[in-house]
């Protein structure tokens, strides 16, 4: 199927109003609109339990909350120093979240965090009027509220109320867990510093709340100081500028294979796009086998298959010859790793597919997890006898579980602990046995679009990638490839706080601490190649365009 035009996020030629802009774009999936603050106290005793609740929570479950940030000691300090910060006279909700914020954030894993959300204006955020992206390692402005301020769009963001951007990423770390910088921007974007409880909490020397300045760098490098009358409501539409180029968009599994012939390009182009990792068949296997999820089996069999799909791509594209395979995750924010070694298995084989999985661990690295009371909670058809079968040493509650690890390191071939995951997949597992269309087909170029967005699993299928041989393209990731995963839901007792704890942990990086920390793209998309191409929405994939032609 050939195409002309796509565009990415949201349909361009859909004005946009308040609810699908911000619902589906601005906020994504993790925003819910509160309106007032709950200003009923809870008691002092009750919260002084939820503390210790929440700490219990995190000692138990997550498999290193102490080395981010000083050590046991530390964790500790700050956990005394919460509990005497509680008053006589108790707290409301959301002063508590601003007191548990700190503490979570000290942990350093951006998946360790809260759910729950200062009061919000839907329709009047009450911080910057504009839209954020990222660009290497500034905010560049990508939409204006006010129709006025569309000519600051692609314009660097360099302070507000004369705090420079840098400042206000360190001071960010204080209050949400952040593995690198780009997380922190990536949060500013779309959320931090479009909403007033947020952006205050960043500038408590923002004292009138009724205008904001800020200090630009537009495009030909002068800077310009600008105010503006708060709140800005939000009219619609409210919209992306047009791209010069459309691809086409996924349905609910949240990924396609299809071919492209671009604009003014000869060469047809083998495109995978993979918007989150969540709908496939295989992750909704792994769930019923875990037990965290029922599912029908006539569910299962209408769910797209990852293994059938990308059987009939590679097919399809030996059969074109195609020379080319661009891979868009540049929204995937995750959802099950499944699919990352479906994938590599397909186009590199199940050879290269084995070292990729054993590199982690030869790098003094690799994967684990930790098993906790809120785990068996969560997971409610794993036991222990399933666990510690054929172990010689059973694990016991609270271990972390290095079986993957020791089997990649003295596994020759074939990791079984490994392969029982691979169990829980039956979709993928027959071919995987019979390895029918093991490297069936590969490009002679594959190139991985990512962007700050590209996180959790999805960074975990750029890595697999990444280690086959693909280049990848664009804005690294938030995500440090040595961090943390896995979530499990808890939820406080007395004030009904919400949130998540990691209960894995992943060294891709073992001997190479920075690249741990941001995992590097072959073609970083720069602010120069960004205005290039006229801002457009679409860069990375004109980028990935411009290098297949030039070689």
């Known amino acids: 199927m050939m195409r002309m035009k796509y565009v990415i996020g949201v349909n361009m030629k859909k004005k946009i109003g308040l609810a699908g802009s911000l619902l589906l774009f601005i906020l994504f999936s993790?925003?819910?609109?509160?309106?007032?603050?709950?200003?009923?106290?809870?008691?002092?005793?009750?919260?002084?339990?939820?503390?210790?609740?929440?700490?219990?929570?995190?000692?138990?479950?997550?498999?290193?909350?102490?080395?981010?940030?000083?050590?046991r000691i530390k964790f500790h300090y700050r956990l005394h120093k919460m509990l005497n910060a509680i008053p006589e006279k108790g707290m409301t909700k959301n002063k508590f979240i601003k007191l548990l914020r700190p503490f979570l954030a000290a942990i350093g894993d951006q998946h360790t965090s809260i759910y729950s959300d200062y009061p919000l204006n839907g329709t009047a955020p009450g911080g910057l009027p504009f839209v954020f992206g990222i660009v290497e390692q500034d905010l560049y402005i990508q939409i204006a509220f006010l129709q006025d301020d569309q000519e600051?769009?692609?314009?660097?963001?360099?302070?507000?109320?004369?705090?420079?951007?840098?400042?206000?990423?360190?001071?960010?770390?204080?209050?949400?867990?952040?593995?690198?910088?780009?997380?922190?921007?990536?949060?500013?974007?779309?959320?931090?510093?479009?909403?007033?409880?947020?952006?205050?909490?960043?500038?408590?020397?923002?004292?009138?709340?009724?205008?904001?300045?800020?200090?630009?760098?537009?495009?030909?490098?002068?800077?310009?100081?600008?105010?503006?009358?708060?709140?800005?409501?939000?009219?619609?539409?409210?919209?992306?500028?047009?791209?010069?180029?459309?691809?086409?968009?996924?349905?609910?599994?949240?990924?396609?294979?299809?071919?492209?012939?671009?604009?003014?390009?000869?060469?047809?182009?083998?495109?995978?796009?993979?918007?989150?990792?969540?709908?496939?068949?295989?992750?909704?296997?792994?769930?019923?086998?875990?037990?965290?999820?029922?599912?029908?089996?006539?569910?299962?069999?209408?769910?797209?298959?990852?293994?059938?799909?990308?059987?009939?791509?590679?097919?399809?594209?030996?059969?074109?010859?195609?020379?080319?395979?661009?891979?868009?995750?540049?929204?995937?924010?995750?959802?099950?790793?499944?699919?990352?070694?479906?994938?590599?298995?397909?186009?590199?084989?199940?050879?290269?597919?084995?070292?990729?999985?054993?590199?982690?661990?030869?790098?003094?690295?690799?994967?684990?997890?930790?098993?906790?009371?809120?785990?068996?909670?969560?997971?409610?058809?794993?036991?222990?006898?399933d666990i510690n079968k054929n172990r010689s040493i059973p694990l016991q509650m609270g271990d972390i579980d290095f079986s993957r690890v020791f089997g990649d390191l003295n596994s020759e071939k074939e990791n079984p602990v490994r392969l029982k995951d691979y169990q829980t997949c039956p979709s993928f597992y027959d071919e995987y046995q019979q390895e029918t269309y093991s490297g069936f087909y590969c490009p002679q170029r594959v190139l991985v679009l990512m962007t700050p967005w590209t996180s959790s699993s999805g960074l975990d299928m750029a890595l697999f990638l990444y280690r086959a041989g693909a280049e990848l393209v664009g804005t690294p990731s938030a995500q440090s490839p040595n961090s943390w995963g896995e979530l499990l839901e808890w939820r406080l007792n007395n004030s009904g706080i919400k949130g998540e704890v990691s209960h894995?942990?992943?060294?891709?990086?073992?001997?190479?601490?920075?690249?741990?920390?941001?995992?590097?793209?072959?073609?970083?998309?720069?602010?120069?190649?960004?205005?290039?191409?006229?801002?457009?929405?679409?860069?990375?994939?004109?980028y990935a365009m411009e290098l297949l032609e030039k070689k």
Request: hydrophobic fraction near 35%; include cysteine; charged fraction near 25%.
């Open 30 to 71: 993790f925003l819910s609109f509160l309106e007032g603050e709950q200003e009923q106290r809870i008691k002092r005793q009750w919260l002084i339990e939820d503390v210790r609740q929440l700490a219990d929570i995190i000692e138990s479950s997550h498999p290193d909350p102490y080395s981010q940030g000083g050590g």
């Open 504 to 542: 894995s942990f992943t060294i891709e990086f073992g001997d190479d601490p920075e690249k741990g920390r941001v995992l590097p793209v072959h073609h970083l998309l720069t602010y120069e190649k960004f205005k290039s191409y006229n801002f457009d929405i679409n860069s990375e994939f004109l």
């Open 152 to 385: 600051y769009c692609g314009s660097i963001l360099v302070s507000v109320e004369g705090v420079p951007v840098p400042e206000l990423v360190k001071r960010f770390k204080h209050l949400e867990g952040c593995e690198n910088d780009y997380f922190a921007l990536r949060q500013f974007a779309r959320f931090n510093l479009l909403f007033e409880p947020y952006l205050y909490e960043l500038l408590p020397e923002w004292k009138n709340h009724d205008s904001v300045s800020f200090t630009v760098r537009r495009p030909s490098g002068c800077l310009e100081t600008v105010a503006r009358e708060l709140p800005v409501k939000i009219n619609p539409p409210l919209h992306f500028p047009d791209s010069v180029i459309e691809l086409p968009e996924t349905d609910d599994s949240g990924f396609l294979c299809e071919f492209l012939q671009p604009k003014e390009s000869e060469r047809e182009i083998a495109y995978l796009r993979v918007d989150h990792m969540q709908g496939f068949r295989e992750a909704k296997e792994r769930k019923v086998a875990a037990g965290t999820q029922d599912i029908s089996e006539e569910e299962l069999t209408a769910t797209p298959s990852a293994t059938e799909s990308f059987r009939r791509f590679v097919k399809e594209m030996k059969k074109r010859h195609s020379q080319s395979l661009i891979i868009d995750m540049r929204k995937n924010g995750g959802g099950n790793y499944m699919m990352a070694p479906i994938l590599v298995y397909f186009l590199y084989g199940k050879g290269v597919l084995t070292t990729v999985n054993k590199a982690a661990a030869l790098s003094g690295g690799g994967f684990g997890e930790r098993y906790s009371p809120l785990f068996f909670k969560t997971h409610t058809k794993v036991t222990w006898e």
